[in-house]
């Protein structure tokens, strides 16, 4: 019987479809993002989108030496996202401003014709990722916008798929960019410290973009954003399977809401909840503007829920870490509905019952995707890919239980 959350998902797969054969495109954008930053500039991420230089900041398989703003002219790059244009003022974007006066190379996660519809000139910008226009989805909610969207999703993914082609392009020209690991993993913390040039004469201690005197075997153009691609559509046909689990969510979430219970989420990772742009200037007025509670990423159950959660209330939690048994159980024994999933994948001990819901979500624990072959260090985090896919996959089954168009 066909669900909500398989029409979505069945979008997602037309949406990597397109993804794919933009590649050539994307993997030109990364060519000519490589020669400034092989020449000495720096990556910068200017915040317009604020999520998102959190997001593509201190990842897992993302690039650590990367600087806020612009410093050493057109050799800089800056890699932006765009926000709401709903809401967005870009003639009032002081930041915009600060770096379209700068010399900075800037290349846009986002769409071109939202530089255009803000009345920007066009030419000043060195390319763009495309993506999901804001409007793409479906389920209004009153002052927010469709419930379900592909814009975040597209987001994530176009915004890493290019990064992978600019890495694999700089090893083609015979240097390495120094890649996060996990913290998750043993060893992270020594591990990334060590490229923290020492000293104490001045500050900043800039982490450098490049290895020095290490070899990587140059990287074909298309293998890191291929791998990511199937790598998460291997993910999206695990959702697939699982639609009646997440209907199940969406009733739960439906039926909290119709007799005024609580229904709290936490996506853990880099981008949620601030890549939603929820408006409003406090908790109780975003609370207002979106049927769920958000909280902060924060992996430890006992401070990621609100410990007054009870009985009829729902929880859901998009983890990052290895299943704590009895913290989840407490949740459960306090009669809260917990939809709830981990990378590391769901232990023994944590039985059934009836008020657990598990998804699997399968992304490679410490979450970066892609091996580099003679690199320590995989690419790419596909965290925040999954667990769009899902939660937009619940929404989307939550708006055809609630009635949104």
Not at 66 to 71: G, K, V
Not at 130 to 139: H, L, P, Q, V, Y
Not at 312 to 341: E, N
């Amino acid at each position: 019987m066909p669900t909500e959350a398989g029409r979505y998902l069945r979008q997602i797969k037309t949406r990597f479809d397109a993804i794919t054969n933009d590649l050539p495109r994307l993997i030109q954008i990364a060519q000519t993002m490589a020669p400034g930053l092989l020449a000495g500039g720096y990556m910068t991420t200017p915040t317009l989108l604020p999520a998102w230089p959190s997001e593509f900041g201190g990842r897992a398989g993302g690039m650590m030496g990367i600087h806020d703003f612009p410093r050493n002219g057109h050799r800089d790059v800056s890699y932006v996202a765009l926000p709401d244009p709903r809401r967005w003022k870009a003639a009032e974007d002081k930041t915009l401003a600060r770096l379209l006066a700068s010399d900075a190379q800037i290349f846009v996660n986002g769409r071109r014709e939202e530089i255009v519809e803000a009345g920007l000139d066009v030419s000043r910008f060195s390319g763009f990722t495309g993506g999901a226009a804001i409007d793409e989805g479906w389920g209004q909610w009153p002052g927010y916008g469709q419930l379900v969207s592909f814009r975040q999703f597209e987001q994530f993914v176009r915004g890493w798929v290019l990064f992978g082609e600019l890495l694999a392009a700089c090893t083609r020209a015979g240097k390495m960019p120094i890649l996060w690991m996990s913290v998750w993993l043993e060893g992270a913390f020594v591990r990334n410290a060590h490229f923290k040039p020492p000293g104490n004469v001045r500050e900043p201690w800039p982490i450098p973009t490049f290895h020095e005197n290490v070899h990587i075997p140059p990287l074909k153009s298309g293998h890191i954003a291929e791998v990511f691609l199937r790598e998460a559509e291997m993910i999206r046909q695990q959702l697939v399977a699982q639609q009646a689990l997440l209907a199940k969510a969406a009733s739960w979430i439906t039926q909290a809401r119709e007799t005024h219970h609580r229904v709290f989420a936490v996506a853990v990772g880099h981008a949620y909840p601030e890549i939603l742009q929820i408006p409003g200037a406090d908790a109780a007025a975003r609370n207002k503007n979106y049927p769920l509670e958000w909280g902060p990423s924060v992996s430890d159950l006992n401070h990621a829920m609100p410990q007054e959660l009870g009985a009829g209330d729902v929880s859901l939690h998009l983890g990052y870490s290895p299943v704590d048994v009895a913290d989840a159980q407490r949740i459960l024994d306090r009669g809260v509905r917990f939809i709830y999933t981990s990378p590391y994948g769901r232990p023994d001990q944590l039985r059934d019952h009836p008020n657990l819901l598990w998804l699997d979500l399968p992304w490679r624990p410490a979450d970066a995707t892609v091996d580099i072959p003679g690199y320590s260090v995989r690419a790419l985090p596909m965290s925040s890919t999954a667990h769009s896919m899902a939660y937009f996959a619940i929404m989307a089954e939550l708006a055809a239980q609630i009635g949104l168009k």
